[in-house]
């Protein structure tokens, strides 16, 4: 089976976006791929975090995968910090990649914008990034069309080892939905639905109370038409709505717009929400049991040694080849 890997950072809370846009595909991907899926926290260090929201955080997004449907006995769920050599590899990787090359990455402008001073971490990140993917020599990675520019680095990184080393690492392949990869805000459509928006309407967390939903969904931005159709250049909010609604209930775009024909958005976004609520209140059933069982630092421990063990082959052989002396 092609390999996969992937992982959502724990620097906030998961949302609708990140359940339809990558943990939907995750469990898809399980069925017939050998599947890694961590939880990226040396990469969220790259910014400043709070220890303890830090480590509830991680444990939150790992139930979050458990109860979204990815399955710890057929996945590795794991801690990037857990396998220590994701980092040794990075290191290794910072030695490959060009100044250049990391000063044009669009996020860490994005994230450097208007700061005084910035951490290394954060400007080397994509070498990490390429050496989680190619520590395993994934096949495909799910990733959205905001980080397709590392995964670019990545496969070129990939190709400079094996010129210079001999043929080693796989290049990998993005995996891009072309439905529902990205999900936008409430409150713009144009911009992507992000947990660290400040504004807490613009996201729906996957851990809100129904009630939570509902409003935030009455109170999603629409526009001053009347039409219930997809049109994401004309009619962005709308057409992200339904986009959700087509995610959370199988129905597709075309069959939406012929449903709600002649109808205003108001009984649109009821139903709406209750679709978004169908979805998510057993998924936070399971991830209130996984929390109480007491069960999650064992999954996540079998995990990590499961992925230690590629790890391990993976990295002796970039160092026998790189001319490091081996340890007795």
Known sequence: MKKVLSGIQPSGKLTLGNYIGAMKNFVKLQDDHDCYFMVPDLHAITVSQEPEALREQSQAVAALFIAAGIDPERSRIFMQSHVPQHAELGWMMTTLTAMGELERMTQFKDKASGK?????????????????????????????????????????????????????????????????????????????????????????????????????????????????????ANKPEVSNLMTIYAECTGLSLTQIASEYEGQMYGGFKKNLAEAVVSVLEPMQQRYSEIRSSGALLDILASGAERARADAEATVAGVKERMGFLPRR
Do not use: C, W
């Open 116 to 232: 005084d001073s910035v951490g290394a971490g954060l400007f080397v990140y994509p070498s990490l990034m390429a050496a989680d993917i190619l520590l395993y020599n994934a096949d495909l990675v799910p990733v959205g069309e905001d980080q397709k520019q590392h995964l670019e680095l990545t496969r070129d990184l990939a190709g400079r080892f094996n010129h210079r080393f001999g043929d080693f690492f796989t290049v990998p392949e993005p995996y891009i939905p072309e439905v529902g990869a990205r999900i936008m805000s409430l409150d713009d459509g144009t911009k992507k639905m992000s947990k660290s928006n400040p504004n807490p309407g613009s996201y729906i967390s996957l851990l809100d109370p129904p009630d939570v939903i509902r409003k935030k969904i009455s109170r999603a931005t629409t526009d001053s038409g009347r039409e219930i159709v997809y049109d994401p």
